[in-house]
């Protein structure tokens, strides 16, 4: 496997890639699509929600925490996620912005 070599783009380059990475699997899609859906803490019932094991769902909300897209709050013995407002609106302004509307080349074009 070569060598990426990320000094060779821009830095809003290569935060859209990691934020494309983040949520590059359709687990973390799902589990993106119950936070915004409840819209508050969830604590523990992602597992029930959509049938994947703990340690399967544990892993991709690390994932999820990592790029910055959810944030956990510890409390005993359970761990609650929430979606983090400032950086799902980040998100949401950077594929705006990338997803621009095209013309067509028209009928001569590939």
Same mark, same amino acid.
């Given at each position: 496997?070569?060598? !990426?070599?990320?000094?060779?783009? !821009? ?5 859209? *890639? *990691? ?33 994947? *094991?703990?340690? !399967? ?39 705006? *912005? ?13």
């Amino acid at each position: 496997m070569g060598i !990426t070599k990320t000094e060779l783009f !821009t830095k809003k380059q290569n935060e859209l *890639a *990691a934020m494309a990475k983040a949520i590059g699997h359709p687990a973390r899609i799902a589990i993106l699509q119950v936070l915004v859906k409840t819209n508050s803490c969830v604590c523990g019932s992602l597992v029930d929600e959509l049938g994947l *094991a703990q340690a !399967t769902i544990s892993q991709h909300l690390k994932e999820l925490k990592n790029a910055g897209l959810i944030q956990g709050n510890i409390e005993g013995t359970s761990v609650c996620y929430c979606i983090d407002p400032k950086t799902w609106t980040k998100y949401r302004e950077f594929f705006s *912005a990338f997803f621009t509307d095209i013309v067509p080349c028209g009928d001569d074009c590939c």
